[in-house]
């Protein structure tokens, strides 16, 4: 039986916003980038997608890259064989990107088959449905402890509750499960914050971010090694010295590479879940009304407001054609995960954020053999962070005016620095 469609509020006309100006410049012009990339995604994709929706731009290298933004085309790139993510493929000085040392940087968002499937392979056990099932309790554990000191807090006055909540609940979720000691969280919390939002008044910090995840993580696996534990980590060095199916170099960047995604998107899907709720009352009373409508939710706000507007970068292997525009083998391709979560031709009244809507097929977290590892975990993560929060505060609500709601300053990833609310 379909579940009964929340009625709308004025706060939820069903009117698209409307989009910029059309882009000027062919497809095959000279690159930049879209004015509104930053500031308004959704009104630029819309614009993109309807006149250039295979377009050179600017990357965040400086270099040329074509960006792709329509949902059928996306998809199709995300599991064409032919786009590789080995960086070796790209032409000389046509990707630069963040340069990770070699120990944080063979990682499975690098690598191609059969090194990729290797790899997947090992890490695949930890996050299947019954292991990620046997975490809800203490997820939820976590959630109920992290919500009583958010009260506390409170008592005074607003909480922030990116710092609050949605930052330290992943941490401790994805640090139990590689067995990372708690003393040590709230440093991991700030280097990974430092490689995603860079400090304009300190350049080099990102630098020396990598510098301490890289000497943190050699004395971790050291210790698990001469101390194995139950947790994730102590089984891929097993894998690592047993059976030599991990590099050294594979297993520090995958231990890397665990901890930043598993801790990273959910962190901004939680405070993108919240702030879209507080935006649309009506979907927020069904939801309180009925919390079986949560699993179905978090889909609708992954699809209408995912954290990763773009996938990994790509390189073509040889000349390709996407939506007609020839993409010349080595050069750098983006495909925005972003506009094809709002494409119409894909989801009828996109901007519209629907909470009963029928989210099947959404590329939030990917599609093909890139498929996000850790989709389960996220999702139960934050169906269970909305849940008790929703339960625990019933006059939750933004505590300043939504326009000085501060968001990330990125063309790749969305979501807001802070999220001040009243509990």
């Not at 085309?73 to 493929?89: N, Q």
């Not at 494409?343 to 599609?367: C, K, N, V, W």
């Amino acid at each position: 039986m379909a579940t009964p469609r929340p009625s709308a509020s004025p706060d939820e006309s069903s009117a698209a916003p409307a989009a910029p100006a059309p882009l000027e410049g062919a497809p095959e012009g000279a690159p930049g980038t879209p004015d509104g990339l930053v500031d308004d995604p959704y009104g630029t994709y819309a614009a993109l997608r309807e006149h250039a929706p295979v377009r050179r731009v600017t990357g965040t290298d400086g270099n040329a890259a074509w960006l792709v933004t329509r949902y059928a085309d996306v998809r199709e790139a995300l599991a064409d064989p032919r786009l590789s993510l080995d960086k070796s493929h790209a032409l000389p000085g046509n990707y630069q990107g963040f340069a990770l040392p070699p120990a944080l940087d063979a990682n499975m968002m690098n690598m191609d088959p059969p090194d990729h499937t290797r790899i997947r392979r090992l890490v695949v056990k930890a996050f299947t449905p019954g292991r990620v099932e046997r975490l809800r309790a203490p997820v939820r554990r976590a959630a109920a402890e992290l919500l009583d000191a958010a009260e506390e807090a409170g008592r005074t006055g607003g909480v922030d509750l990116v710092a609050a909540y949605a930052a330290p609940l992943p941490i401790a979720v994805i640090c139990d499960l590689l067995g990372v000691p708690a003393a040590l969280r709230r440093d991991l919390r700030t280097w990974t914050d430092a490689l995603v939002v860079p400090d304009p008044e300190r350049p080099g910090r990102a630098k020396e971010a990598v510098g301490e995840l890289l000497r943190y993580f050699t004395a971790l696996l050291a210790e698990k090694r001469a101390a194995p534990g139950d947790d994730l980590l102590s089984d891929l060095i097993a894998a690592r010295d047993e059976g030599d199916r991990l590099s050294e170099d594979e297993l520090m960047s995958l231990a890397f590479l665990l901890l930043f995604a598993g801790y990273e998107n959910v962190v901004q899907l939680i405070g993108t879940a919240v702030i879209g709720l507080l935006r649309h009352p009506a979907q927020l009373a069904a939801v309180r009304a009925d919390p079986a409508l949560l699993p179905g939710a978090v889909e609708e706000f992954m699809r209408h407001e995912g954290p990763a507007l773009l996938a990994i970068r790509r390189f073509p292997l040889e000349d390709v054609t996407i939506a007609g525009v020839r993409v010349p083998r080595g050069e750098t391709v983006l495909l925005s995960l972003g506009s094809a979560g709002r494409d119409p031709e894909r989801f009828p009244d996109p901007d519209r954020l629907d909470i009963t809507r029928d989210t099947s097929g959404h590329l939030a977290l990917g599609h093909g053999i890139h498929h996000c590892l850790g989709a389960p975990l996220a999702r139960l993560q934050t169906t269970i962070a909305l849940d008790e929060l929703l339960r625990r505060f019933p006059r939750l609500a933004l505590a300043v005016p939504e326009e000085e709601l501060r968001w990330r300053p990125s063309i790749r990833a969305r979501g807001l620095l802070a999220l001040p609310v009243t509990l």
